[in-house]
């Protein structure tokens, strides 16, 4: 009985957390947790990639955030390993005042003084849903895909800002940062290796890379005209 308990302790988990692919968002709208967002033709080919990507991994849970962007993006996984979609609640984009504004360089919602009492705390931050927050429901979603896929692996579609967030705390950054530099690219995958229920290291890849917009990249310059929809 001992020997068990040992062996399960140690077992070797994957949970890749993977973002979305790209959107048809021709207006340059911050969609947030609208619905009716669905991926481009272009995302939709990030997502096959993506599933062509992990087709030789040991997947056996594939969950996705209730947003319908993030489930378009998992359905091609889950079909490649012949699994059922599941959907996570606690993986949905983070809350935002500006939903449903545009973020055009030089034209969108930050040049309009009433939306400037928003900014005045970017620690918690002041526009949407506090950072710790999305720490909490990310690890518990995390943890319940670890459980599922419990020495095998598993695939978690979520957003752009969620990802960045908990990967920031698994690895003991400070929550608040700019938002141009986050490492998290359209249909990225950054996956979390627990061994028994402790995670162990932190990796990020990007099998759809050559397929994202440049000015969508991490560090690219802002366009004017185009909206990057930070938190995406």
């Not at 927050?133 to 800002?161: F, N, P, T, Y």
């Not at 950054?190 to 099998?207: A, H, L, M």
Request: glycine share 10%; hydrophobic share 40%; net charge positive.
């Amino acid at each position: 009985m001992s020997d068990q308990r040992n062996d399960s302790a140690e077992d070797i988990t994957v949970v890749h957390l993977m973002r979305h692919g790209e959107v048809a968002n021709p207006d340059g709208i911050l969609y947030g947790r609208l619905p009716g967002y669905h991926l481009s033709d272009l995302g939709r080919r990030m997502a096959d990639r993506v599933a062509e990507h992990l087709s030789g991994r040991d997947v056996t849970h594939v969950v996705a955030s209730p947003l319908e962007r993030a489930q378009e993006t998992a359905e091609p996984i889950a079909k490649a390993h012949g699994l059922g979609l599941a959907t996570d609640e606690r993986l949905i984009e983070a809350d935002n005042i500006f939903q449903g504004k545009t973020f055009g360089v030089g034209d969108g919602a930050l040049r309009k003084p009433g939306n400037w009492k928003h900014l005045v705390n970017p620690f918690r931050p002041s526009w949407g849903e506090p950072y710790v927050d999305q720490v909490v429901r990310m690890m518990s979603a995390l943890g319940a895909a670890k459980d599922k896929a419990r020495g095998h692996e598993a695939v978690v579609v979520s957003h752009q800002l969620p990802i960045w967030i908990v990967r920031s705390y698994v690895e003991r950054r400070r929550l608040w940062h700019d938002p141009r530099k986050r490492q998290c690219t359209l249909a990225s995958l950054t996956t979390f290796t627990y061994r028994g229920d402790r995670i162990v290291s932190v990796g990020y890849t990007e099998p759809a890379r050559d397929l994202v917009p440049a000015h969508l990249l991490a560090g690219a310059k802002p366009v004017k005209g185009q909206a990057k929809a930070f938190g995406a």
